[in-house]
């Protein structure tokens, strides 16, 4: 069955109604975009508040199943304008011969669209299923669930006060990434205009940090412990520089997903980088095997004396 019948007299009327089609479409796409996003909103939520999650493998699930219904209304989104502009050019012919060809070229990419969108629902439907069934938190907002969260949740910057720490710290930039074994804990590089910048952001972090040392406490030392879910800490560490910096929740969500399972890819590390840049270069020299060219700071493992038996918090990192 045609959708468009160059046959019909009242051509006007079914361009008018397959243009009402499309815009339906499109509305329905943008409603489920906008579904997707509010999911990837209570989710990274959760997972930079909770210090446990549920099942770390049932969560990876739902964020690579949440990608692709990204993806796929990305696509659908693009293929309706498509759709919509090929709808608009039937007006630019000039003969009965040409509107016959781009008619019969327009019906088949509207079935071919079309097609693809009942696809799309259908895995729509899983997706929300996966949510609704294994992960109410992602959806359900109500007083109970916030205080269960909060119950369990850490600093977001994984840090820690030590208010009779008192030693002066020097106004100079540090360049190293010291990942401490022994002390399980990772000391990340900084610059000292950052430093002095948060000391003197009332408005930001009204006067929580009172010294150069606080501010290093706090946002510039990691416990191990803040990456106990390896494959998590890659999504968050990811997501949370991406968004930071370029603030794409798609680019954000999409690399994120992607390197949840790069096993070689340290947490800690991608914590360290300032920015994309750096990160980006620390991925090239990972996959090249070029560590040693990896100059945007220095990264040392300090290892526990052999005599220690490594802790199993050690482990988060070093191996899976």
Same mark, same amino acid.
């Given at each position: 069955m045609s959708i468009i019948n160059t046959k019909e007299m009242s051509l006007q009327h079914q361009f008018a109604e397959e243009l009402d089609s499309i815009q339906k479409k499109i509305k329905l796409q943008e409603n489920t975009r906008e579904l997707c996003f509010s999911y990837i909103k209570k989710i990274t939520d959760y997972?930079?508040?909770?210090?446990?999650?549920?099942?770390? $493998?049932?969560?990876?699930?739902i !964020?690579?199943? !949440?990608?692709?219904?990204?993806? %796929?209304?990305?696509?659908?989104?693009?293929?309706?304008i498509e759709l919509k502009q090929k709808l608009y050019n039937l007006d630019k012919a000039s003969t009965d011969r040409e509107m016959a060809i781009k008619v019969e070229q327009y019906n088949l990419f509207h079935m071919n669209v079309?097609?693809? $969108?009942?696809?799309?629902?259908?895995?729509?439907?899983?997706?929300?299923? !996966?949510?609704?069934?294994?992960?109410?938190?992602?959806?359900?907002?109500?007083?109970?669930k916030k205080e269960e969260i909060?119950?369990?949740?850490?600093? $977001?910057?994984?840090?820690?006060?030590?208010t009779k720490n008192v030693e002066t710290v020097e106004p100079l930039d540090n360049n190293?990434?010291?990942?401490?074994?022994?002390?399980?804990?990772?000391? !990340?590089?900084?610059?000292?205009?950052?430093?002095?910048?948060? $000391?003197?952001? #009332? #408005? *930001?972090?009204?006067? *929580? %940090?009172?010294?150069?040392?606080?501010?290093?406490?706090?946002? %510039?030392?990691v416990p191990f412990s803040a990456f106990r879910f390896?494959?998590?800490?890659?999504?968050?560490?990811?997501?949370?520089?991406?968004?930071k910096e370029k603030k794409d929740l798609k680019d954000a969500i999409f690399t994120g997903v992607e390197v949840m399972g790069y096993h070689e890819l340290n947490?800690?590390?991608?914590?360290?980088?300032?920015?994309?840049?750096?990160f980006d270069i620390y991925l090239d020299c990972l996959f090249e095997n070029e560590l040693d060219q990896f100059t945007c700071f220095e990264i040392k493992f300090e290892v526990a004396p052999i005599a220690q038996k490594r802790s199993k918090n050690a482990e988060y990192f070093l191996a899976e």
């Open positions: 997972i930079n508040q909770a210090n446990n999650f549920q099942n770390e $493998l049932k969560l990876t699930e !964020l690579k199943a !949440l990608n692709d219904m990204s993806i %796929y209304v990305s696509t659908n989104l693009e293929l309706l079309f097609n693809r $969108l009942d696809d799309s629902d259908m895995q729509f439907q899983k997706f929300n299923s !996966l949510i609704l069934d294994n992960y109410a938190f992602v959806i359900h907002t109500n007083e109970e909060k119950s369990s949740t850490v600093d $977001l910057n994984y840090g820690f006060v030590n190293v990434l010291r990942i401490n074994e022994k002390d399980q804990k990772a000391y !990340l590089p900084y610059k000292y205009s950052d430093i002095e910048r948060m $000391l003197n952001s #009332r #408005r *930001k972090h009204k006067g *929580k %940090y009172k010294t150069a040392q606080d501010v290093i406490n706090n946002v %510039y030392t390896p494959m998590i800490s890659r999504f968050r560490e990811t997501f949370n520089l991406i968004m947490p800690i590390i991608i914590r360290a980088c300032q920015n994309i840049k750096e």
